[in-house]
């Protein structure tokens, strides 16, 4: 099916570990983008891509790592967990930049990660 | 100067009432202002969005209203219905900007409950 899917949608982890979450869009959007969401913070942004092989900082970027070899997909990569990371992972796609383009975001389903 | 402020944190309102989310940026090259609407345990979807040169916009019952010189913007629901019930986002963007004040910036999100 046509969308975006990220994977797995809950996960428990430890501190120290890494961990990876994985990220999948069939529209061939240009921007992908990660988010955290926690309660009183909202929506902060991770990381974003305008296209493969370009990444970019968001609001929130400290220990964590991005990649983006294939359009399609945006692995968020977490690579020493701390239990300040626990929060749910929000996968967001959008169309690209062009004039007029009000960039759109188009949301997975989250992904739910524990840090103990 | 990035920042969307964004209340109430939370609201509950009886079936029937107006619930009046209220948003404040400080961005004046911003340009697009969409509001998000989540339901628990999904993504953020687009719900209604504003650009500047209109004052108000609706869309069945979710009506936008736009001060351009206040620098607000706020989301009325008419009639209001328990399936209402979800966190409202808004935001705000540059449209068609490539950097990152194309990205959109959210307010931190207003939890709606609306009663039977």
């Known amino acids: 099916d046509a969308g975006i899917t990220q994977s797995p949608r809950y996960k428990i982890t430890e501190t120290g570990r890494q961990v990876t979450l994985m990220c999948h869009q069939t529209w061939s959007h240009s921007y992908m983008f990660w988010y955290r969401q926690d309660l009183g913070h909202g929506l902060r942004l991770i990381y974003y891509s305008a296209a493969a092989d370009i990444t970019d900082k968001g609001e929130v970027p400290d220990g964590y790592v991005v990649s983006r070899s294939k359009t399609e997909n945006f692995p968020l990569t977490l690579e020493s967990a701390t239990r300040s990371q626990t929060s749910v992972y929000f996968c967001?796609?959008?169309?690209?930049?062009?004039?007029?383009?009000?960039?759109?975001?188009?949301f997975g389903e989250g992904s739910r990660l524990t840090v103990l | 100067q990035q920042q969307v402020k964004q209340s109430p944190q939370s609201l509950i309102v009886q079936k029937g009432g107006i619930p009046i989310i209220n948003c404040a940026y400080e961005?004046?090259?911003?340009?697009?202002f969409p509001w998000y609407q989540q339901f628990p345990g999904k993504g953020p979807a687009l719900l209604i969005a504003?650009?500047?040169?209109?004052s108000e916009k609706k869309e069945g019952r979710f009506t936008i209203s736009f001060n351009k010189s206040a620098k607000q913007f706020s989301l009325h629901i008419m009639d209001s219905q328990p399936g209402d019930s979800a966190t409202y986002f808004c935001?705000?963007?540059?449209?068609?900007?490539?950097?990152?004040?194309?990205?959109?910036?959210f307010g931190k999100g207003t939890k709606l409950s609306v009663k039977p």
């Open positions: 504003i650009r500047p040169d209109v």
């Open positions: 961005n004046t090259a911003f340009d697009y």
């Open positions: 967001a796609s959008s169309e690209g930049r062009a004039q007029g383009d009000t960039g759109e975001l188009f």
């Open positions: 935001a705000a963007s540059k449209v068609g900007y490539g950097g990152s004040q194309g990205n959109l910036i």
